[in-house]
């Protein structure tokens, strides 16, 4: 399973936890705050991707700008792995 596949799933998971409905189709230029998601899924999140990752990127690489769209959140993601496996 790729990191794209992992976020999905666990926006999923997430929405269903937190009664959210999420879009039927997530693209790469989704904007995050259109996908169904509120601030505490958001949060639930990526305190889920930490649990199943092991990092969390948001803190681990000092970002200063929360990411727009869901290629960008996939992309700080994979950046986050890229540096753990160095």
Not at 3 to 22: F, T, Y
Request: aromatic fraction near 6%.
């Amino acid at each position: 399973m790729n990191i794209e596949q992992i976020v999905k799933r666990a926006m999923s998971d997430v929405a269903e936890l937190s009664d959210c409905q999420l879009i039927e189709t997530i693209e790469p230029d989704t904007l995050l705050l259109q996908s169904g998601l509120d601030s505490l899924g958001y949060a639930m999140l990526v305190a889920q991707l930490e649990e199943e990752l092991g990092i969390d990127p948001f803190t681990e690489l000092a970002i200063k700008v929360y990411p727009a769209t869901f290629a960008e959140f996939v992309a700080i993601y994979t950046q986050g792995l890229e540096l753990q496996n160095d």
